[in-house]
């Protein structure tokens, strides 16, 4: 029996499946799903029929351009919706890291803004320049803010009056964009609507090449929008204290401690803090920074979106194992030409690491987590950067190899030496 609202998956055939719960959009319940074989992804949410199809054509005539962008499969007999529920195609890529990839991303959407001048705007909604006059948008009441504030933000909207309009993606955020080495796509179409294209274009190390004057109209606009759409009720402790404590997921593998400190919910993964803040749909997401990471309560665990289509279940840790015995050795990688002498000193276990990104320094510190993995503690002037090493094992259980992830490399392998 399907849950309520995804009986409408059987519109597209037989053979289909939910699999496994994505992070959503603004307000969508979004599921990996099979269609006929093939992965793909499905959102169930409230918009209006009106919503869907301006969205559906939108993806539809951008795929036929060019774009790389989520793709409507269609129902048995032809529609691209069905209560509710749209089903497309699955994005493979990873978020943008480097400056050169932002510049990527600013030219997918330059090519985006060039397809759609003259795109009729999304029923319900509002441009930045219709609400020097409107009171209400989708998301927007301006009612509800005080007199002042409405000024303020109008006087930054005004400020793109007699602009060229076209359809803006509204969220170009890393969450949002999957990059291959070929491709950049854009995913996760909620906030698209018609509006000035500069508003797309405010992005990390001005990769779009806005001038001055131009990068802050632009920013002061998005800061009236932001200030316009009502602020979620902050995370309270009450929230955090049940959950509190040290989370693992082997199979990626990764760790962090979740924590309330300071008035705030504290996510410490990789040695590196951040903030959570309250988002749609039960999510808590970091709030500051760059980090691609969110979590959802849920039964036997944590639900947890590391970014990239990584929703995985993690589990709390208890009382971390001690490093088995015979993980000391000398451990080579042939990637990064990196030595670990891992031994134990005293009561603590420690790896002495050497090669050309390394010149001597103090010894790393290693705590066992579970019976196959183990944490390394990289001591630093102002914080201590963690990573782990999965135990890799012949048939007699002699650890032969170490598998190491951090928060950007998945599974190095250091190659035990005999």
Known sequence: MWPVGWEALGRWGEDVARIEPLAGGVANDVWSVRVNGHLAVGR???????????????????????LTVPVPIPTTDGRLFADGLVVMSYVEGGPPETEADWRRVAD??????????????????????????????????????????????RAAWARLVGRQTCVVHGDPNPRNIRMTAD??????????????????LVLPHNAAGLDAGAHAIAAQALDGDKRAKPAPAPIGEAEIKPIAGSWFNAEEPSQFD??????????????????????????????????????????????????AGRVLTFKKLGKRKAPPANLAGTYV?????????????????????????????????????????VELETPGPWINVTQLAHLVRDRAGHVEALEVSTGRIKKMRFERQQ
């Open 108 to 153: 997918t959407l330059r090519q985006l803004h060039r397809l759609t001048q003259g795109w009729p705007q999304r029923p319900g909604w509002r441009s930045s320049t219709d609400l020097l006059h409107a009171e209400t948008g989708t998301k927007i009441d301006l009612g509800a803010m005080p007199p002042e504030g409405v000024a303020r933000c």
């Open 44 to 66: 169930l949410g409230a918009r209006s029929d009106a919503d869907l199809a301006w969205e559906t054509k939108l993806l539809q005539h951008l795929d036929r351009e060019g």
């Open 258 to 307: 979740l924590a309330w400190r300071n008035g705030e919910a504290v996510v410490t993964q990789n040695g590196l803090p951040f903030v959570l803040g309250r988002r749609a749909g039960g999510w808590f997401g970091a709030e500051r920074g760059s980090f691609e990471f969110m979590l959802k309560p849920g039964k036997g665990g944590l639900r947890v979106d590391l970014g």
């Open 333 to 373: 990688s042939a990637d990064s030409g990196a030595t670990w002498q891992i031994g134990r000193k005293g009561e603590t276990w420690q790896a002495a690491v050497s090669g050309p990104l390394v010149a001597g320094g103090p010894a790393w510190l290693v705590r066992g987590i579970d019976a196959d993995t």
């Open 183 to 200: 491709r950049v796509a854009l995913i996760d179409w909620d906030e698209a609507h018609v509006d000035v294209p500069d508003l797309d």
